[in-house]
């Protein structure tokens, strides 16, 4: 097989790929969590990244120590795992473990119990689709890929065979246990984040970072 005809194949099938969104996830309000009940469509999220979110009036700056339970490792049969191994799904959640509380540490005074002006945030990781090896990053130079992923790229969308992650967010007053706000989310790397396609769950780990980093611009 001659180069331009490796290059057309590659073209086509990334056309394929993007037609078919055969690695594509969205997120569900997962049966499971706690806030599922409260949750309902957020009509104010253009992006799709936030599909489902509770919320109540909160003035965030009264705020200023947070207890960050352990990421869960969401069970419940409406899980978005795929057949990911048990191993991946360890590996994820500790990054986003280490990567919300690096966060939150620029913001908050991280504590381990419930006192005044504290918050606790629970993370449940429901879900994650690993990069798809070597073809991830080839797309990004592709003719038929570069087209779509710079589309793509354009309306903050998904790179072709690229990775992604689905969580859930819950937020509550530690003192009260009163839930002040809940949200599930898919996140993902640019389209055109060629760190992000090398590695398997590099895609999944940027886009915890993407979540981090969106979360607290909600608090401050």
């Known amino acids: ?33 706690a806030s599922s ?6 009509k104010s999220d253009a992006s799709g990244r936030v599909p489902y979110r509770y919320s109540t009036p909160v003035d965030w700056r ?30 994820l959640a500790a990054y ?18 419930p006192g005044p002006n504290t918050l606790r ?19 990004r130079f592709d003719l038929a890929g570069a087209v779509y992923n710079g589309v793509q790229a354009a309306r903050d969308g998904e790179g072709t065979m690229t990775g992604s992650v689905v969580y859930g967010v819950e937020i509550f007053d530690a003192t009260t246990s009163r839930l002040l706000s809940a949200y599930v989310t898919k996140q993902y790397p640019a389209a055109y984040d060629i760190k992000a396609t090398t590695g398997a769950l590099a895609a999944a780990t940027a886009g915890l970072d993407e979540g981090a980093d969106a979360l607290m611009a909600q608090l401050n």
Do not use: W
């Open 96 to 113: 986003m473990q280490n990567c919300f509380a690096d966060r939150l540490r620029g913001r908050f005074v991280l504590v381990r119990e």
């Open 62 to 91: 009264t705020y200023s120590k947070v207890i960050l339970d352990p990421v869960v490792i969401y069970r419940g049969r409406d899980h978005q795992f795929g057949d990911m191994s048990g191993k991946d799904k360890a590996t």
């Open 121 to 139: 945030i629970r993370l449940t990781l429901t879900g994650a689709v690993a990069n798809t090896p070597v073809l991830g990053t080839l797309s």
């Open 37 to 42: 009940a409260y949750m309902a469509p957020d």
């Open 1 to 33: 097989m001659n180069r331009s005809i490796a290059v057309r194949g590659l073209g086509t099938l990334v056309l394929c790929v993007a037609a078919a969104g055969c690695a594509s996830i969205a997120p569900v309000p997962y049966s499971e969590m």
